[in-house]
Nanobody, 126 residues
C-alpha cells in the first residue's frame, strides 16, 4: 500500500513556474513508477508525465514537452513535477499516481495506476 500526498499547487500568471511535489508513504516508493495526470473542469483526466523506477526513464505528453520536468528523490520518497512557461490551458487539478507494474506501453493510461493522491489545484491566470 502506498499513500500519496500532492502539494505545491496554486495561482500563477501565464509564463510563470510552479513545482509540484508528491510525498509517498508506505511501501518503498523507489520500486514504483510515478505518474502525473491532470483534469480540467469539464474535461477527462489526461496524462502529463511519468518516471519509471530503476532507470528513471521519463515520458511526457506532447502538450508539456520542453516545459515540464518530472523527477524523483527516492531517498526522500518524493516525486516532483517542475512546470515552467505555464499556459492558461495548464489550469487543472493535478494528481500524482504510482504503480509497481505499469510499463512504457501503458504508462500514460491512468487506469493502470493503483495508487492516487487527492490532487492539487493549479490555476494559470492571464
Amino acid at each position: 500500500q502506498v499513500q500519496l500526498v500532492e502539494s505545491g499547487g496554486g495561482l500563477v500568471q501565464a509564463g510563470g513556474s510552479l513545482r509540484l511535489s508528491c510525498a509517498a508513504s508506505g511501501r518503498s516508493f523507489s520500486t514504483y513508477t510515478m505518474g502525473w495526470f491532470r483534469q480540467a473542469p469539464g474535461k477527462e483526466r489526461e496524462f502529463v508525465a511519468a518516471i519509471t523506477w530503476g532507470t528513471s526513464d521519463t515520458y511526457y505528453a506532447d502538450s508539456v514537452k520542453g516545459r515540464f520536468t518530472i523527477s524523483r528523490d527516492n531517498a526522500r520518497n518524493t516525486g516532483y513535477l517542475q512546470m515552467n512557461s505555464l499556459k492558461l490551458e495548464d489550469t487543472a487539478v493535478y494528481y500524482c499516481a504510482a504503480d509497481r507494474f505499469v510499463n512504457g506501453r501503458s504508462i500514460d493510461q491512468g487506469v493502470k495506476y493503483d495508487y492516487w493522491g487527492q490532487g492539487t489545484q493549479v490555476t494559470v491566470s492571464s
